[in-house]
């Protein structure tokens, strides 16, 4: 089988210091940063959209200054995209 011989190909060539399973958790972890960072840049513009609704109710004027959570949200995602 093809992953036999790669799992020993890796094996011969990093021993020990480096499990098979290493790139597997690499991986992991590379895609669970990204999805909880984009998670939270999805929240954090979905509440950000509530409030310009609310501040657009009650307070017009104002609807420029609430935008900056949107960007800001939206620069965690981004973030998170670059750490991954």
Same mark, same amino acid.
């Given at each position: 089988?093809?992953?036999?011989?790669?799992?020993?190909?890796?094996?011969?060539?990093?021993?020990?210091?480096?499990? &098979?399973?290493?790139?597997?958790?690499?991986?992991?972890? &590379?895609? &669970?940063?990204?999805?909880?960072?984009?998670?939270?840049?999805?929240?954090?513009?979905?509440?950000?959209?509530?409030?310009?609704?609310?501040?657009?109710?009650?307070?017009?004027?104002?609807?420029?200054?609430?935008?900056?959570?949107?960007?800001? &949200?939206?620069?965690?995602?981004?973030?998170?995209?670059?750490?991954?």
């Amino acid at each position: 089988s093809a992953i036999m011989q790669a799992a020993q190909m890796v094996s011969e060539v990093f021993g020990e210091a480096c499990p &098979a399973s290493a790139p597997f958790f690499g991986y992991m972890g &590379a895609a &669970a940063a990204l999805i909880f960072a984009n998670l939270g840049a999805a929240y954090g513009t979905a509440k950000s959209g509530v409030g310009i609704c609310s501040m657009g109710v009650m307070h017009p004027g104002l609807i420029m200054k609430s935008i900056i959570p949107v960007v800001m &949200a939206g620069g965690v995602g981004i973030y998170g995209f670059i750490i991954a």
